[in-house]
Each structure stands twice: as C-alpha cells, then as structure tokens.
C-alpha cells in the first residue's frame, strides 16, 4: 500500500513522457507510485518509461492489447491503483517538486473534500508563464459556485487529486467522453460531495501544437460541453437556469438580461453560502468578466458592462478598454462563442 497513486495515461508520447516520470520521481513526499497505461503507442514511448521503471520500482508500466480511448484507460488506472488517493498527470505535464505533499497535506486537513485541484503555469517552449485561468480562491462553496458561473475552467484536469475509494464508493467514474471527461468527472464528483481549489501553481501545464485539445472539432467539443453542463444545470439548486444557458451560448443581450444574469450570480452565491458584498468579491467579478467577453458584441454591451456594480473600472480600461471597445464597434452585430481553454 502508498498514500498516492499517479495515474497517466500515454499514446505517443516519447517527446515527454521521459521529462513527466522525472518530475514525479523528483518530488519531495516520497510514498507513491506511478500507473504509466500505454495506449498502443508506436513511437519510443515503452522504451523510455522502461528505462525509469528499471531505476525505480515506483513505476508501474502497463501496454494494452489496444487503443481503449482516455476514459477507460483512466478507469483502468483508478481500478489497479492502491493509494489512498489518486493523483492525475498528463504525460505532457510536469509537476513541480511539492504537488504532491502539498495537495496531500491539503486532502489530509479537508476531510470533507472528494476532490481537489490546483492552480496551473503555462509551460510554452520550455518557458514558464503564470497560469491565466485559475479562479484565486480555495473555498470549497467558491469552487461550488464557480462550475456555474466561471464556464468550468477552474482547474486543469493534471490537477485533480481525489480519495480513490470514496469516488469509486460513490459510483464515480470517467465518463467515455471524446473531449471533456474531466469536466464530467468534476460535475459527478460536485452532485455527490464537496470539491476544493488551491491556488497555488503546483504544475506547469504544457502548451504545444500535439495536444489532442488542439485538433478537435471546436464544435464537437462545444456540443459535449453544452450537454454535459446542461446536465449538471438542470441538476443543482440554480433558480434562473434559462439565463444561465443563454450565458453559456453566448447569447445575453441588452441590459435586461445582463441584469438577469448578476441576479442569477447573487442568487447562487447565496445557495453557495458565499457572503459579503459580490462586487468586492475576486471570484465574483473574474466570472462576470468571462460573461461579457462571451457575449454578442455592442456598444450597449459595454455600456450596460460600465454601469454594472460588478465592473472593475481599472482593471478594464488599462487592460481591455481599447481592445474591446474596438471589438464592440466591428463585431456590433456578430456572435462570439468562445470555448474554455
């Protein structure tokens, strides 16, 4: 038995895979091990892990008969690990040296937690770069409350560490799902428990032109995204689902309905259990930002954006007024549907 299990599932991947298995073998909470589940890669991917599973008896190194897709091979891994907890890793992403201690000690402190996650760098050409998506809280009713109204970019799914055997109590598995698993898995885990977010960087999420994310079908991945979040919606204590959807779609327009929607905000927040005063709440407002940028553009847009108590007058005009008030004025009457990372 160990404390943590590593779980990554791997197709063709020699470019990384090796840099991945020394990130893991390097950190500082020593009592893991590591399910590598090769996917019929037909590049060097066995050789390498090989290599590291002969150096360290950690890593455990199983190649399937056939392709089984993401999911089930996830599922595979959940099912032959024997730590109390389950950590994810992407073959392409690297930890940094305390991920696992840190999320370890944070899982041991939150008993109630199921699942938790973390924020993420950006590693672009060997260059690091601060991790734009995370939302900057660690509540676990902020994390509630931003599935709904962030359009689910809390978390990158090599963050995700969750209690194997209460998941697998709970019925919890990886749905087989093309493009966003994760995001399934996330919804299930947050209708049957609680979920929890630390800030803090603990991996560099890597960006390259390989990435499966990169070559799908927007509109397929839209289509997923759509029926899953949908689901969930209809699932929780959310009093205007019908904003809420038109939100998603990018379809909010006029000030009616962006009224509507800080409505909806306020009224969830209190279902969270999320006090004070909204406007003066980070999370909050990182949300109503991700709202307008989804939006049909239009000067009434912006003005209805400008006299809202949500708005963030310094932030907007040093970082996006001129850019977006140009975007207004060319896209007056065109629809913008803009996918999460």
């Excluded at 599922?75 to 730590?83: S, V, Y």
């Excluded at 996650?117 to 009713?141: L, M, R």
């Excluded at 493009?179 to 560099?204: M, Q, S």
């Amino acid at each position: 038995m160990c404390k943590i299990s590593v779980v990554t599932s791997v197709w063709n991947g020699e470019k990384y895979i090796g840099e991945t298995i020394m990130r893991v073998r390097n950190q500082t909470f020593t009592d893991w091990e590591y399910i590598i589940i090769d996917n019929c890669s037909d590049d060097r991917t066995a050789e390498i892990v090989q290599k590291h599973v002969k150096k360290d008896s950690r890593i455990k190194f199983i190649q399937n008969d056939r392709n089984l897709g993401i999911s089930p091979n996830l599922n595979k891994g959940i099912r032959l690990a024997k730590g109390r907890y389950i950590a994810r890793l992407d073959h392409d992403d690297l930890c940094y040296p305390r991920r696992l201690e840190v999320q370890y000690q944070y899982m041991e402190t939150h008993p109630e937690i199921l699942l938790s996650g973390c924020g993420a760098d950006q590693w672009i050409k060997g260059k690091i770069y601060p991790g734009t998506n995370a939302v900057k809280a660690a509540d676990e009713k902020e994390v509630r409350f931003a599935m709904v109204f962030a359009f689910f970019s809390i978390m990158a799914h090599s963050t995700f560490f969750f209690r194997r055997q209460e998941i697998i109590d709970k019925g919890i598995w990886y749905r087989d799902l093309k493009y966003v698993e994760d995001l399934a898995f996330i919804f299930d885990t947050l209708r049957a428990g609680k979920a929890g977010y630390l800030p803090e960087p603990l991996i560099a999420y890597r960006i390259h032109g390989a990435q499966v994310t990169k070559n799908l079908s927007a509109a397929l991945k839209f289509t997923e995204q759509k029926d899953v979040f949908f689901e969930y919606l209809n699932a929780i204590d959310v009093r205007d689902k019908e904003i809420v959807r038109k939100a998603f779609l990018g379809s909010i327009e006029g000030e009616k309905d962006m009224r509507r929607y800080a409505k909806a905000m306020a009224d969830y927040a209190e279902t969270c259990g999320i006090k004070g005063n909204l406007a003066e709440n980070a999370c909050v407002r990182q949300m109503y930002r991700r709202v307008f940028d989804r939006q049909r553009c239009g000067l009434k847009m912006l003005s209805v954006y400008g006299r809202s108590p949500l708005r963030e007058p310094v932030w907007f005009f040093k970082r996006r007024g001129l850019s977006l008030i140009r975007q207004c004025v060319l896209k007056e009457d065109k629809m913008e549907i803009r996918l999460s990372d």
